[in-house]
């Protein structure tokens, strides 16, 4: 293996993901809609806070303690839904941008959610089996208004389906309806569809190919894509951009990355993200160049999908870009002045709020069957879902064709309208 950059070498552009970006989005979105002032108020903090310590007992008998937390954002349309992570500098307000922008996002999919977020300041890496599952029972014990017409929590960073499992039997015997229906993204043997652990990555791939092919008039098969992040979204959208025709010549994780050689046909996504995520493996994988993780932020690429939930994109290095399309697949992976930069130079930057409307669509068809409402097949999940992902871009262009507004503008007008609409029902 050829070395292209010494990674070793390479400044990192990892920083903390920006989470209050959702904030300056909404409140533009708001001001440009012209929400009245109760709504726009209402609209613009968090309806219910909760911040508890997560006491748990480790292997050696002794216990340790977390922060954690569950930030509902607005329930008009619906019950509270949102993501569940376990993130060593997670905080409070990180919570809350990422509800304000789970409201957001399931607006813009049409689905009868709110949003919702939280989970625990703690490093899922450094525990054992055992402990994590102290630390998940003792979370669900203690956070109230769990349940399925009240707040269901989704897996994100640091989470999975089996965490899924453990809270819906935590909360077992405190909660209103199905208990199972308390969380979506369980396994298949609780009710979970397959599909829905990888429908974020699906929906940035979907998205990505939508807007690739019908507004820049370029089919995904002529098309070059890097991939910042190899965790389930990354990895996903890459091996679906790629089956579909797409050639992805860069990937990498937060620490190192890997291109394809100039003469080659591209990455293997199925191999790389394995090699990626163990660093120390790279120097044995043969069919690519090692580089710095900025070298595959600015490689000459048609398509950049940032997949890490960390901030890649600043206002310092945007100009280094030099994607024609560069797709937020996680919150916060590129900050507002980042944007403008990207925007200045006619860059299209399609927001995470659309990129992955596929999670709440994907929650919601999940605990239409958890509440016993349908009971739909796998074949049937996919096909519902694609089909209102696709309605879910179609609502955005629209928008965005209409009123003359960039992709963020139009997804954030989307989902406020929407939101805003409801509250004005219910005065």
Known sequence: ???????????????????????????????????????????????????????????????????????????????YMGPHRYDPALTGNDCAGLAAATTISAAIADVPFGGAAGGIAVDPSTLSRSERVSLTRSYAARITGLGADGDVLVPDVGTDERTMARVADAVSNRVDGPQNAAVAGKPPALGGHREITRAAGYSVAHVTQDILETDHDRPLSDATVAVYGTGHIGAT?????????????????????????????????????????????????????????????????????????????????????????????????????????????????????????????????????????????????????????????????????????????AAYSVGLSRVAAAHEVVR
Do not use: K
Request: some cysteine.
């Open 1 to 79: 293996m050829t070395p292209f950059n010494d990674s070793t070498t390479d400044e990192s552009s990892r920083i903390d993901p920006d989470l209050d970006a959702p904030w300056t989005y909404a409140t533009a979105a708001a001001r440009r809609l012209g929400v009245p002032d109760d709504i726009e108020q209402r609209l613009l903090y968090p309806t219910h806070r909760q911040r508890i310590t997560v006491l748990f007992e480790r292997d050696d008998g002794s216990h340790g303690v977390c922060e954690g937390y569950r930030v509902r954002h607005d329930g008009v349309r619906g019950p």
């Open 237 to 409: 959208a890459a091996r679906l951009l790629e089956f579909w025709g797409g050639t992805v010549i860069a990937m990498c994780s937060d620490e190192a990355g890997l291109t394809a050689p100039e003469s080659e046909n591209g990455l293997d996504t199925d191999l790389v993200p394995s090699y990626l995520e163990r660093p120390g493996a790279l120097s044995s994988y043969d069919d690519g160049t090692t580089t710095g993780t900025q070298n595959v932020l600015e490689r000459d690429v048609d398509v950049l999908v940032l997949a890490d939930p960390v901030t890649a994109v600043t206002a310092e290095n945007a100009d280094a870009m030099r994607a024609e399309i560069v797709v937020e697949g996680a919150t916060g992976s590129m900050t507002p002045g980042g944007q403008s930069v990207l925007e200045d130079r006619d860059v299209t930057v399609v927001p995470d709020v659309l990129a992955t409307t596929g999670r709440p669509i994907a929650a919601h068809l999940e605990w239409i069957g958890s509440v016993g409402r349908d009971r739909m097949s796998d074949a049937r999940v996919t096909n519902e879902f694609g089909y209102a992902l696709t309605d879910a871009v179609e609502d955005v262009r629209d928008r965005r064709e209409s009123c003359s507004l960039s992709w963020r503008e």
